[in-house]
Every structure is written in C-alpha cells, then in structure tokens.
C-alpha cells in the first residue's frame, strides 16, 4: 500500500521535530509511504530543518514556496506530487494528531472515496469555534454535503480524488464539497483535536467572509455554470415575491384601511425596488443562460472541426 501525506508548513519550526518523531512511529507499519511538506515561504527557518530531513530520509520531500501563497496553493502543489494511492493531508501545529492516518485509511478501505476529519471536541477558543460552527452549518445547507467539519485539515482521499478536483483561492476549506459534487463518495470520522503547543493561529477573523465567498464562487462555477437562469431565477423570485407582498400591504392600508398613498410613501417605494431588483436577477440569468448556450455552440463546433 502506497501512503503520501502532504503537509503545508508556515512558520513551524518548533513543532517540526515532533511532528515528524509522530509520523515516523505512526507510518512505520506501512510498507512504502513518503511525507511531503509543502513550505509556503516560512522565514523562521522551518526551511532549513525540513531540507536537511529531506537529505537524511529519502522518504521526506519538500515543495518550497518563495512567499506564502496559501492553503490552497499548497495542498495544490502537494497533490500534484503525491504518488500514494491513498493520500493524506493534515496541519503541521500538532494540533491534528499522527495517530489518526491509520483510521482514516481504514475508513477508506471500507470503500470511500474522501474521508474527512471531525474535531467533536475542538481545543480551541470560543472565538474560532462559534464562527467555525456558523460556517459548517452555512456549508452543509447549501452543499448538501452532510458532514460537520468541512475545514478540519485532517482528511483521507483515494488518489483519484485530489487528481480531479482543481484547489485554489480558499477552496481547500470545501474539498468535500467539490468531491460530492463530482459524486465521490465521502463521510467523516471523528478525530482527536488538540491544543497549540507552540506559536500562535495563522488564520485570522476575515477568514469567514472569505469563505462565504468562495462558497458562493463554487456553487456557481460547480453547480450553475450551465444553468445560470436556476440560480439568478431563485434571487428573482425571491426579491419579487417579497416585493408584491410590500405592495400588497399599501394596497392593504389603502383601501381596506383607508390611509392615503402618501403615509406609505417609503413602503411603497421599498416594495418598487424590490420588484425591479428581481426582475434585474431574471435579467442576468437570461443574459447568463445565452453566454452558456453560445459557449456550448462554440464548443460543439470545435469538436466537430477535430473529428
């Protein structure tokens, strides 16, 4: 059984040592396996100890960045590189523990294809774990992947799967969402969670509504790019429903209540702009639905010429 683990690394000298002391004794059941840290422009000189490990073990591998490029970016390069038929990925602070590789690949051996971590018991401050929270909850509604921990760096895959799925931006955070909507088959198991020895967080605050963003990037670009109509049409219907019950409610006061127009001024003109809000949305959709069609023309026409 061939194993790689891909391990992004920014700034975490102090935790290096054990880390790789943990995955030694943790792989060293495995016939052949290769650890590959992908070092996103570290200048606390995690650089310099991870290649003179990679000169005395031929089983670690370094994928050097000269700036910090990201997550995504790196888990992209270090798929890339992964040879193993099962691949790994966790953090390099310690906080994802080493003994888990071993029940993830049994999960997968049970016929998975993505097999993502659940840190039921998070070690962390309340102020990561509320937001976290929102966030799953947000992602699970709107994907329909049902799982709790879409951000949890510790995950197993089967190597078709991080062949297939194109990782960047913040789109490592909804890997198992990408996967499910390719039809991938993926679950989750709980896993063992633990508190920062050294350093602090990498991830500040800003990085929620910078995953809002992407969700939304993701569910059109994955989900809408041929019917663009299904989305921009469900915020239309939305805004214009919204908007005849406006209206509705100052036609209400108007003649059943007999208030004049002008005591409702500000809610009838609330109700207008909702109404043409929606039918801008309808608008866009159309507009998007005929990008999508001539694309699709264009396309035929191409591979007609090739054949």
């Given amino acids: 059984m061939n194993i790689s683990i891909v391990i992004p690394v920014f700034n975490e000298r102090d935790s290096l040592p054990d880390l790789v002391d943990e995955l030694v004794h943790n792989l060293s059941e495995y016939k052949t396996w290769e650890v590959i840290f992908i070092d996103d422009g570290s200048s606390d000189g995690s650089t310099e100890w991870l290649s003179k490990l990679c000169i005395e073990s031929k089983n670690f591998k370094m994928i050097q960045f000269y700036r910090n490029y990201g997550k995504s970016a790196a888990l992209r390069e270090g798929f890339k590189a992964a040879a193993g038929e099962y691949i790994i990925t966790m953090d390099a602070d310690l906080q994802d523990d080493p003994a888990e590789i071993k029940n993830l690949i049994t999960k997968l051996e049970e016929g998975w294809d993505l097999v993502s971590g659940w840190k039921k018991t998070r070690l962390d401050p309340l102020n990561k774990r509320l937001p976290s929270k929102l966030f799953n909850m ?5 994907t329909g992947v049902k799982i709790h921990d879409f951000n949890c760096g510790l995950k197993g895959y089967r190597n078709s799967v991080v062949k297939s799925i194109d990782v960047y931006g913040g789109r490592h955070r909804y890997i198992p969402a990408l996967a499910g909507q390719r ?3 993926v679950t989750e198991i709980v896993v063992n969670h633990r508190s920062r020895k050294f350093g602090n967080t990498k991830y500040g605050g800003s990085r929620l509504f910078h995953g809002f963003f992407d969700l939304i990037t993701i569910l059109f670009l994955n989900r809408y790019n041929q019917q663009p109509l299904h989305l921009f ?7 214009l429903s919204i908007g005849f019950f406006v209206e509705c409610c100052v036609l209400y006061y108007k003649y059943w ?8 001024m500000a809610l009838l003109t609330f109700g207008v702009m909702l109404i043409v809000i929606g039918i801008q ?27």
């Fill in 233 to 239: 049409g469900s915020f239309g219907i939305g805004f």
């Fill in 138 to 142: 947000v992602t699970r509604f709107m």
């Fill in 183 to 185: 039809k991938f088959k």
């Fill in 257 to 264: 209540l007999g208030h004049p127009f002008s005591k409702h």
């Fill in 281 to 307: 949305f309808f608008s866009i959709g159309l507009l998007g639905e005929l990008m999508a069609r001539s694309s699709q023309d264009n396309e035929n026409r191409i591979k007609q010429f090739h054949n």
